[in-house]
T-cell receptor
Framework: KAGVTQTPRYLIKTRGQQVTLSCSPISGHRSVSWYQQTPGQGLQFLFEYFSETQRNKGNFPGRFSGRQFSNSRSEMNVSTLELGDSALYLC?????????????FGQGTRLTVV | DQQVKQNSPSLSVQEGRISILNCDYTNSMFDYFLWYKKYPAEGPTFLISISSIKDKNEDGRFTVFLNKSAKHLSLHIVPSQPGDSAVYFCAANSGYALNFGKGTSLLVTP
């Protein structure tokens, strides 16, 4: 059974640009969540999608957005990139959402904004 | 506001001994807790979890203890092995998101 796949693994963007990251969950998993990991803040919840609907959102500005497709694949988009957006972006999938079940993480996308 | 805290950024333990990683939380509504292990440049790997209706859960060398009254949980690794060297994250499930601590870097020395 394939794990959670995130593409690309590494990305370098310039301030002001936008970026789209992709996540393919484990087959059969319908919930996809996104997290940002930075050295100062640790792992922080961005948003969660279930059956193409955003169910929950963390405390991030509107520049961060996402969507989920009918096959459960998800994308997240960051517009008007800032230097502080440099981070490891992690996607996690779970069967029905993070309700008393473990979430399985992908390897992440390392975004560097210059 | 950090609702899950891991107050020890690092821990060094000799191979074969017990490693104890601690975690405190502030939100009494949390009812499911997880531990993840993370190597550099990789995503976190699930290790073990515990529901708030239990006070202990064991899986091989890993045991998690939960003290609800103290809002404290700990992960015990016995015996510790060099391959256990990684960053360990404690997380609490708030129903729709995982709230992570900032991690404890464990180094197991031969």
């Amino acid at each position: 059974k394939a794990g959670v796949t995130q593409t690309p693994r590494y990305l370098i963007k310039t301030r002001g640009q936008q970026v789209t990251l992709s996540c393919s969950p484990i087959s059969g998993h319908r919930s996809v969540s996104w997290y940002q990991q930075t050295p100062g803040q640790g792992l922080q919840f961005l948003f969660e999608y279930f059956s193409e609907t955003q169910r929950n959102k963390g405390n991030f500005p509107g520049r961060f957005s996402g969507r989920q497709f009918s096959n459960s694949r998800s994308e997240m988009n960051v517009s008007t990139l800032e230097l502080g957006d440099s981070a490891l972006y992690l996607c996690a999938s779970s069967l029905v959402g993070q309700l008393r079940t473990e979430a399985f993480f992908g390897q992440g996308t390392r975004l560097t904004v210059v | 506001d950090q609702q899950v805290k891991q107050n020890s950024p690092s821990l060094s333990v000799q191979e074969g001994r017990i490693s104890i990683l601690n975690c405190d939380y502030t939100n009494s509504m949390f009812d499911y807790f997880l531990w993840y292990k993370k190597y550099p440049a990789e995503g976190p790997t699930f290790l073990i979890s515990i529901s708030s209706i239990k006070d202990k859960n064991e899986d091989g060398r890993f045991t998690v203890f939960l003290n609800k009254s103290a809002k404290h949980l700990s992960l015990h690794i016995v015996p510790s092995q060099p391959g256990d060297s990684a960053v360990y994250f404690c997380a609490a499930n708030s129903g729709y998101a995982l709230n992570f601590g900032k991690g404890t870097s464990l180094l197991v020395t031969p």
